[in-house]
T-cell receptor, first 112, second 114 residues
Framework: GENVEQHPSTLSVQEGDSAVIKCTYSDSASNYFPWYKQELGKRPQLIIDIRSNVGEKKDQRIAVTLNKTAKHFSLHITETQPEDSAVYFCAAKAGSQGNLIFGKGTKLSVKP | GAGVSQSPSNKVTEKGKDVELRCDPISGHTALYWYRQSLGQGLEFLIYFQGNSAPDKSGLPSDRFSAERTGGSVSTLTIQRTQQEDSAVYLC????????????FGPGTRLTVL
């Protein structure tokens, strides 16, 4: 089955700096890769996703890149703000399955 | 419209008791998922319902865990003879269907087994 590894587990940056979180997956059949943001005590919220026929996707300060050959994908947040502080989860889904397989999360702290 | 709702928001129970957790998916969503999030951990897949098809139970950790989905809408996750290691936040999510990837999460039920 699919296995998703996520690094780093914690990340601390200064406001205005960039943050990068990386994930690898094992199942070459996976074709959908979402990123969720979870603030303390709240539900996970989708912030960006990418399908396997695309190499990069941007949405304002957030971007995701996908390397299918290497089976890894990354989240990039530019010009970080204190409100970006949260736990971020990557996930992967194979086309033949319904459920997502999640990484263990990255706790991002943005210091003002 | 209304999002995914779950009840109760918090449940404290004694070891050995049975508990039922409820999930109301977004109206019209045919796919429903249960995940478990232990403290400081990622989300662990438990079970997946799609329409009237047999559920994918491959993530259930033991036979003490079961789930039903009645009428293609509301789902109940039941944990029998609860153990302390069952303590976690149980999250439900729904999506329009398997071809629609985005999953919308409920607020979760925090289960504490004493």
């Amino acid at each position: 089955g699919e296995n998703v590894e996520q690094h780093p587990s914690t990340l601390s940056v200064q406001e205005g700096d960039s943050a990068v979180i990386k994930c690898t997956y094992s199942d070459s059949a996976s074709n959908y890769f979402p990123w969720y943001k979870q603030e303390l005590g709240k539900r996970p919220q989708l912030i960006i996703d990418i399908r396997s026929n695309v190499g990069e996707k941007k949405d304002q300060r957030i971007a995701v890149t996908l390397n299918k050959t290497a089976k890894h994908f990354s989240l990039h947040i530019t010009e970080t703000q204190p409100e970006d502080s949260a736990v971020y989860f990557c996930a992967a889904k194979a086309g033949s399955q319904g459920n997502l397989i999640f990484g263990k999360g990255t706790k991002l702290s943005v210091k003002p | 419209g209304a999002g995914v709702s779950q009840s109760p928001s918090n449940k404290v129970t004694e070891k050995g008791k049975d508990v039922e957790l409820r999930c109301d998916p977004i109206s019209g969503h045919t796919a429903l998922y249960w995940y478990r999030q232990s403290l400081g951990q990622g989300l662990e897949f438990l079970i997946y319902f799609q329409g009237n098809s047999a559920p994918d139970k491959s993530g259930l950790p033991s036979d003490r865990f079961s789930a039903e989905r009645t009428g293609g809408s509301v789902s109940t996750l039941t944990i029998q003879r609860t153990q302390q290691e069952d303590s976690a936040v149980y999250l439900c999510a729904s999506s329009l269907g398997p071809a629609y990837n985005e999953q919308f999460f409920g607020p979760g039920t925090r289960l504490t087994v004493l």
